[in-house]
Each structure stands twice: as C-alpha cells, then as structure tokens.
C-alpha cells in the first residue's frame, strides 16, 4: 500500500527531477513510514531550481517520490495559487493510498476536505498548535487574529474525524485538539535521538563563569521561536553586569531584523548568528560549546529543539506553551513575550553552578524517554491501525464501485 503524506515544508527540485531540502525531512525521515507501507509519496510545495548549495540534502530516493503543489510563500501568495493548489491535490490523490496529514498545514487543508466527502479513512500527525503561531508577537498580519480563531477550529475538526491520531506531546495538544472517541491515540515525537545523540553522563557545575554562552536553535522566516525576545534578554543581562555570548542557529527573512537589533544594543560582539546548520553532529558541535540553552517560543508542539539539547546535557530555558511544560519543570519556564521574566531567570540560573548542574542532569534523564526504540513502536502501530482502517474502506467500497464516489475515478485506483 501507498501511502500519501502531507508536509507543510518547502522543497527544491533541480533539473535531474531529485527533489532537495536543507535541513529536515531529509531522505532518512521517511524511512519510518517505509516500515509499513510500500511506497511513500510526499505531497509539498516545491520550486524548480538549477542547482542547490553543496550542503543540502537530497529528500527522495528508493521507495520515497514527491508531488509537487505549487511553490508558495505566506498567505499572500498562497491566494494567487490557492486553484491550482487545489487542483494538484485532488489529482495527487489515488483510492487505496492510505493518507496522513502532518497538521496543521494549509495542504492538509485541501486534502481534508477532499477525503470527508468520500468519509475516506486518515490519520493526522499533529505537531504544532496554530492558536499559539498565531498568538500575539509570534506573527505580523494584519489578519494574525481572525487566523488564530480559524485555524485551530480547522485543526479540531480534521482531528475529530480522523481514525487514527498521533500527537508530539504526551497530553498537552490532545486537550484541546481532542480526537474521536472511537479513534487510535497515541503520541511520539518526530525528534531522532539515535545512540549518538546523548552524552554520558550530566555536566559538571562550572568552574569558571566568568563567561557564559547561551545558544537558541529556530527558524527566523517567523519569530515563532521569539530570538527577538531573547536577544533584549540578553541585553538587560549584559547591562547587569553579566559576561554573555549568545549564539544563534538557524536562518530567515527576520535574520536582517535580528541582527540590527543586537547591534543597536550594543550586542554585535556579543551575538553570533550561525545561519543553518546540517542537523546531526553540527548542531550538536555547538550545544556542546555552550553553557545555557534557550528557546522562549510564542507557539511549540513538543520542541525538537529543547530535546536534542537536554540529550547533550545542557541546562535549559523554555517558555510556557505547547509541550514545554512535559520537558522542564514550572522554575525553568517564562510566559511568552516576557522579556523580563527571561532576563530575570536567566540570572537565576548563571549565577548558580549547583543549579546548572542539576539542570543538566534532569534533563539527561528527561531525553532518554526520548530514544528512538521507545518511539518507533508507537509509530509502528499508528501505521499498522491506518493501513487496516484504508484497507477495511476499500473492500467495502470495492462493492459499490469507485465510480459512485464523487470526486474518485475509477482509473485512479491503485
């Protein structure tokens, strides 16, 4: 059986047809959905290039094909292509392809709305909530408050009619995008924390603080991840005496913004902005530099981010939303947007080498439940219960015949 998954991710396809990625959803990604079905197809938007960086990453290979929707950047453009995105959906689909929707995503979206009239079978894997992208400060539009109404409605929705829903956090999304009674529930999280990705043993208290680096992994096409944020932290830190170097990785449209931020606080020598970093041993190279890990968001489903951290043993800083909470206790946390919240706990934290050292070994502790072992089989029976629930629609349906169906011809079935 097929398996047809929706990604709300931006690819590069070069002339050769290979379809490219600069950081996630690399080849490997899809090799947990190969465990169950035969072949994977990624519906996402893609752009036609001649060539990509040297460090990018190819995303299809053997048993892995993508089908292009129409490249798209915010909701602007997305109204010029909403047609023909929509058409590239319904054509993408075929009846006995089993269907997951990585949500929320406007493709998923289309596709849903596709698969409810034909009472079609799907699973959702839902790793964000839109009501905190949306939240005030995480996003510039001037339709930011009638989004935040729309979309999590959506999301309630597609999960409400799901048969099967797989949630990133333990408890904390499920409360409020609930699934159906009669649903498969289950969890587990999209980070990959092979062997290699903890260290053995917790870190030490300091010895020397004279100088602290503090680092934050998150795109910057957003300011979901609030750097912003932490950069005037960090500013009222430095102006109190502290001796901090703050690292960024990652890389956007606000990276510009970002940087004449620190330089008109006086931060330029102190702020490091690495842009994207292949994930794996690079991103690990520079937790491993650091002291403090921080990633005050405005919206989370379970932070990838905040996980691979604590796997290196890092203390860590994370606000109140999503699945931070189910990562790091109440005195490790600040609500969203509270620069002097973070200012304030950040202090707390550097002029303590006790409490880092405790940090860093809960936190260790806290990643091990993590491992990939512990999440594959989670996964493994989430993917199990859709491809029966798929292949119970179709021997049903194969009595009445596809062309009954209002939008599936006969000649699209596999």
Request: hydrophobic letters at 40%.
């Amino acid at each position: 059986m097929y398996l047809l998954l929706t990604l709300d991710h931006r690819f590069h396809r070069t002339p050769n047809g290979a379809v490219w990625t600069e950081t996630t959803f690399t080849y490997s990604f899809y090799q947990r959905y190969l465990e169950v079905f035969d072949h994977v197809r990624v519906l996402a938007r893609i752009r036609d290039v001649t060539s990509v960086p040297p460090h990018w990453q190819q995303a299809d290979g053997e048993g892995v094909s993508f089908v292009a929707v129409p490249y798209y950047v915010g909701p602007i453009q997305y109204l010029f292509q909403a047609y023909r995105v929509n058409q590239a959906i319904r054509n993408a689909f075929c009846v006995g392809d089993a269907a997951i929707m990585r949500v929320s995503s406007q493709i998923a979206n289309h596709l849903y709305n596709l698969l409810k009239k034909n009472n079609y079978p799907y699973g959702v894997e839902v790793i964000g909530d839109p009501y905190d992208v949306f939240a005030p400060g995480s996003v510039k539009h001037p339709l930011r408050a009638f989004f935040r109404w729309f979309f999590p409605r959506q999301l309630r929705q597609q999960c409400a009619r799901a048969c099967a829903t797989a949630y990133v956090t333990e408890y904390t999304l499920q409360r409020r995008y609930p699934p159906a009674q009669s649903a498969f529930s289950t969890h587990y999280s999209s980070v990959e924390l092979p062997d290699g990705a903890f260290v053995a043993v917790p870190r030490l208290p300091p010895q020397a603080m004279d100088r602290l680096t503090i680092i934050t992994v998150g795109t910057m096409d957003q300011l979901y991840k609030a750097p912003n944020v932490l950069i005037d932290a960090v500013a009222i830190c430095v102006g109190q005496g502290l001796n901090l170097q703050l690292v960024l990785v990652g890389d956007g449209k606000h990276r510009a913004e970002l940087e004449g931020k620190a330089a008109d606080l006086g931060l330029g020598e102190r702020v490091s902005f690495l842009g994207w970093l292949p994930a794996g041993d690079a991103v690990r190279a520079e937790l491993d530099r650091a002291d403090l890990f921080i990633l005050p968001s405005y919206q989370e489903g379970l932070p990838r981010a905040t996980i691979e951290a604590m796997a290196r043993g890092l203390p860590c800083i994370g606000s109140t939303v999503g699945g931070f909470p189910e990562l790091l206790p109440p005195e490790d946390m600040v609500p969203p947007g509270d620069v002097t919240a973070l200012a304030q706990k950040i202090i707390g934290v550097v002029i303590n080498p006790q409490r880092m050292a405790a940090m860093s070994a809960r936190n260790l502790e806290k990643a091990r439940e993590y491992r990939e072992e512990i999440l594959r089989q989670r996964r493994i029976n989430f993917y199990f219960y859709l491809r029966e629930k798929t292949e119970e629609w179709l021997k049903i349906h194969s009595k009445i015949g596809a062309q009954n169906l209002e939008v599936i011809s006969v000649n699209k079935m596999r």
